[in-house]
């Protein structure tokens, strides 16, 4: 999918209706045939929107456009160089609305669903699209990927595109026939506008906990950041809220349909008769004085509250509870959470865990329903938030039988200064070292007996491990399948 011919006067007006305040120095040129964010993409004729970025400023790069044909620049200030300059108010709420604009506005043609949290954000999609699937074409986006109308998942990537790509992402979504797109918006995207140039028709809040505070000045930047989705519900939207959420008490959108979910029966949207196990969950869906039973083929409580945001959004769309919970309980795994890559001769288990809360409740559910012993791996990624990984050291210590702790993408640091930021500490016999995480799986599968589980934890769908400066391959699918000799399928998944 590619951008169309969009023209200055479309430009301006789109941005003064954003209220943005734009306004030309020098004449203004006819037409633009793309709109970029990156000077070395830019081609002759583009409009070169200057981002003031957390580690670089566009505005450095405006020169560097001009040079590469450029005919004008969005900028938050004039530059000297010698380019048409549209100064706008805000630079990175400008290039989202222009990138609905140059992507032919797909907004308008969908319906869109945007799903934040610190966790539960691509589940929640991820069900969320198949169980709307029911009434018409849906779609979704995130960290997964795009996931097509058909249930194909592209390849992983930011949880939130960049503003372009998000524009060109969902024009592609729609030209394949989707009438309903559900997106993960992360609190990064929130806070860089990224989503700003379209209005969602429902909205979901996950859990919250502390995650990405190298990038938030803390919990309450955090938090602040998350809520901006509220901004961007259309009047008269559907806000599904996590009830047993204590960050979440209180809101509500301006106008529109708020239904609280949660597992007490104070909840709109509650699982009455719960039982969890290893295969799954059963519960019926209570919603008022309406019941509807339930089997998710989804192992965890969380995964109950993920399906508890889908059944808000399908049911504040006029769903009825006995469609929602027919669809849930056909519903498909979920690429990378809590995901079974092996049941004989070992049970392992992969999960996208990647921070405190979600590391405490992927092992903490397992625990549970493990008879046996539970040996866990897990790292913690390089060039992230220093912070976290005592307390990640500490859950998997205290939670695994036999806890294993590793590399995750180490990124630019010492994978091995990692691992022992992790254990800080932790007595000696808490835990074992094994840095390499093809060896820590091979670890864990030789642990194990009979009634044994193994997690991997962190990767989940991720097919490469980021290492210095190179991107590896890394499947732990296909990595568990040759250590334990077994052919894979052409889904990837073991035969």
């Known amino acids: 999918m590619t951008e169309q011919i969009t023209t200055s006067e479309q430009v301006e007006r789109r941005l003064a209706r954003a209220g943005l305040e734009p306004r030309w120095r020098s004449a203004r040129p006819a037409a633009f045939p793309a709109l970029r964010s990156d000077s070395r993409l830019v081609g002759a004729g583009d409009l070169f929107c200057a981002i003031p970025g957390t580690r670089v400023d566009g505005h450095a790069f405006v020169g560097a456009a001009a040079r590469a044909g450029a005919a004008a620049a969005v900028v938050e200030r004039f530059t000297a160089h010698d380019i048409p300059q549209l100064v706008v108010r805000d630079a990175r709420a400008a290039v989202s609305h222009l990138s609905a ?66 524009g060109l992402e969902l ?43 190298d990038y938030h000045a803390d919990l309450v930047s955090y938090r602040a950041a998350k809520l901006r989705l509220l901004e961007l519900l259309a009047p008269g939207g559907v806000c599904a809220v996590d009830d047993d959420e204590p960050a979440w008490k209180g809101i509500a959108p301006v106008s529109g349909t708020t239904l609280r979910y949660g597992i007490a029966p104070t909840a709109d949207l509650w699982p009455d008769r719960l039982v969890l196990s290893a295969g799954g969950s059963r519960f019926d869906l209570r919603v008022g004085d309406q019941a509807a039973p339930v089997s998710l083929p989804l192992p965890a409580d969380f995964n109950v509250r993920n399906a508890l945001a889908a059944a808000a959004i399908a049911y504040g769309f006029g769903m009825r ?76 210590a205290r939670l695994a039988d036999v806890a294993i702790v590793t590399s995750d993408n180490p990124r630019s640091e010492d994978p091995e200064q990692i691992c022992r930021e992790m254990v800080a500490g932790l007595p000696a016999d808490a835990y074992e070292i094994v840095v390499d995480r093809r060896e820590a799986i091979a670890r864990g599968i030789a642990e194990a007996g009979p009634t044994d589980a193994v997690a991997l934890l962190g990767k989940g769908h991720e097919t490469v491990q980021v290492i210095g400066g190179e991107t590896l391959p890394f499947d732990e699918r296909r990595i568990v399948a040759e250590i334990l000799g077994s052919p894979t399928n052409s889904n990837g998944g073991q035969a």
Do not use: Y
């Open 171 to 213: 024009a592609e979504l729609r030209a394949s026939g989707a009438e309903t797109v559900a997106l993960e918006v992360s609190s990064h995207a929130l806070d860089q506008r990224r989503a700003d140039g379209f209005s969602f028709e429902a909205v979901a809040f996950t859990s919250f906990s502390r995650e990405h505070l």
């Open 321 to 396: 509870p006995e469609r929602i919970a027919a669809r849930l309980s056909a519903a498909p795994p979920v690429p990378g959470r809590m995901e079974v890559l092996s049941r004989e001769p070992v049970l392992v288990i992969r999960d996208f865990a990647h921070n405190p809360d979600s590391c405490e409740r992927a092992l903490s559910t397992l625990r549970a329903i493990v008879p046996g012993r539970l040996i866990a791996l897990l790292g913690c990624g390089g060039d992230r938030d220093r912070g976290k990984r005592p307390q990640m050291g500490r859950i998997l």
């Open 101 to 166: 604009l140059f992507a032919g506005d797909p907004g308008e043609a969908l319906r869109l669903i945007g799903i934040t949290g610190t966790n539960g954000k691509s589940t929640t999609a991820w069900l969320t699209r198949w169980v709307l699937a029911d009434a018409a074409p849906a779609a979704a986006l995130g960290t997964l990927g795009a996931v097509s109308i058909d249930g194909e998942v592209g390849m992983p990537k930011l949880t939130t595109p960049d503003p372009i790509e998000l």
